[in-house]
């Protein structure tokens, strides 16, 4: 009965919209996978990751019913995960999952609408040009890509489609972060003077998974396709399930952490991605293998390309000392912007003594809410399980249905990407990172980076 039902309303909700097709432009193809307004959204899961599980999904729950979204299918190369994944959701939804070996199984499924990426870091670009050409919408886990190569050719396929594709950005759902961008969007900030990011904790145990390496069999996985275009290497649990750990598997702070802060520095200004990044790293602490570092410091030159105009923007991070938190803070002549405390202040302006000494007039900005309400980004092991990704999460939900643009499209995790692929060249070859726009390549000692 419900095939029967789903195969009535969108057959009628084709006709309905290829009847209008001539005066709005478009063809009957484009309206193949609209989705009727009382139709389910019947939805797969790439990889059954502690993100997912303890985040993405909760968030998922939180609105499923009401917009009537389903999950169907779940696909993860690994036989334990698989099967505690299914079993998880069987347990949330009441109904059997389909347990799928790879993507090409979940994606062989009938009538599957959509898909939630939350795989490698390094896999998301290459999951998402996957979900696209098999006609799915996508929730993807930031990084949106770890190399210019991979940002380059998902950009490319999504643009290709009508796919809605929402990048896992989710402080562009929070009410103080849309706040903030008006503000300064509408010039009553003033120009931007500097930014500072910060990302502090002190958890040895931050992206380590000791006791699933101890269970993981290389004969339990497809260790090859789990790799995709990366250089060829002997399996590695550690890689496999510590991958943050690892590069060319992930850039760790830049991707992990800074994708979400220096993304709003490209929200707010709307600028691209940075002119240049220097930037200095190590493995200071924890030495355990690892070849991402546990402390590093970026600084940025933002502007317009080709101009004397712009500001510095500086990121922070270490993981042996939690001191600074998490936050954002943005300066201009007349105060501060600060995303710890979600209000803008006079702090740091110019006061009217030190402005009358050069002939000028005080410049402070007035005092305000950029919200009503407490929010802060959860940083412990259940990181955004908060209001800003159930925001995000319902976000994408809704213009699956609405086919409008959502909050953070492609093209913001392209912009993002282009940023932590300038800072992890920065931080890898010692030399000043550029973006060369023609190219569309990051540039470091003159060379085009790739590993």
């Not at 992990?256 to 002119?275: A, C, E, G, N, Y």
């Amino acid at each position: 009965m419900e095939n029967s039902r789903r195969k009535f309303i969108k057959q009628s909700t084709i006709f309905a919209a290829a009847t209008y097709a001539g005066t709005m432009g478009m063809s009957a193809k484009s309206y193949g996978r609209i989705i009727g307004a009382n139709d389910r959204v019947r939805v797969g899961i790439v990889g059954f990751s502690d993100r997912f599980k303890d985040t993405l999904l909760p968030c998922f729950l939180n609105h499923n019913k009401e917009l009537n979204f389903d999950v169907v299918g779940l696909s993860d190369l690994w036989t334990f995960r698989r099967d505690l994944g299914v079993a998880h959701l069987k347990d949330k939804f009441g109904h059997d999952i389909k347990a799928c070996r790879n993507n090409d199984e979940l994606y062989a499924m009938k009538d599957l609408d959509a898909v939630i990426i939350s795989t490698a870091d390094f896999q998301h670009a290459l999951h998402t040009i996957e979900a696209v050409k098999a006609n799915c919408d996508a929730y993807v886990e930031k990084p949106f890509a770890e190399t210019m190569d991979d940002a380059k050719a998902a950009l490319k396929a999504v643009k290709a489609t009508d796919r809605i594709v929402q990048i896992g950005s989710q402080r562009r759902s929070g009410e103080n972060y849309a706040n903030a961008a008006k503000f300064i969007q509408d010039g009553k900030f003033g120009p931007i003077t500097a930014v500072d990011l910060v990302w502090n904790v002190n958890q040895p145990g931050r992206w380590r998974r000791p006791d699933l390496v101890a269970k993981l069999k290389e004969e339990d996985i497809d260790w090859k396709r789990f790799l995709l275009n990366r250089p060829a290497e002997a399996f590695d649990p550690r890689k496999y399930l510590e991958y943050r750990l690892f590069w060319p598997y992930s850039s760790g702070m830049p991707g992990q952490w800074m994708s979400h802060q220096i993304d709003t520095v490209h929200w707010f200004t709307k600028l691209k991605h940075p002119r240049s990044v220097v930037a200095n790293g190590g493995i200071y602490t924890w030495k355990d293998g690892r070849r991402n570092w546990d402390a590093m410091v970026a600084v940025f030159d933002y502007g317009q390309p080709n101009a004397e105009d712009g500001f510095q923007v500086t990121f922070t991070s270490r993981m042996q000392n939690s001191v600074g938190d998490v936050g954002e803070v943005y300066y201009s002549n007349g105060g501060e912007l600060n995303l710890i405390t979600n209000k803008v202040s006079p702090k740091g302006g110019l006061k009217q003594q030190e402005a009358a000494a050069m002939g000028m007039k005080a410049n402070l900005l007035p005092e305000f809410d950029l919200s009503k309400t407490e929010i802060k980004a959860a940083t412990g092991a259940n990181m955004g399980g908060d209001s800003l990704t159930s925001g995000h999460m319902r976000n994408w939900m809704e213009c699956v249905r609405s086919r409008k643009t959502p909050n953070a499209p492609v093209e913001a995790g392209y912009s993002h990407s282009i940023a932590n692929i300038m800072t992890n060249a920065a931080v890898r070859t010692g030399a000043k990172a550029i973006f060369d726009e023609n190219r569309q390549e990051v540039i470091a000692n003159g060379k085009v980076f790739k590993y």
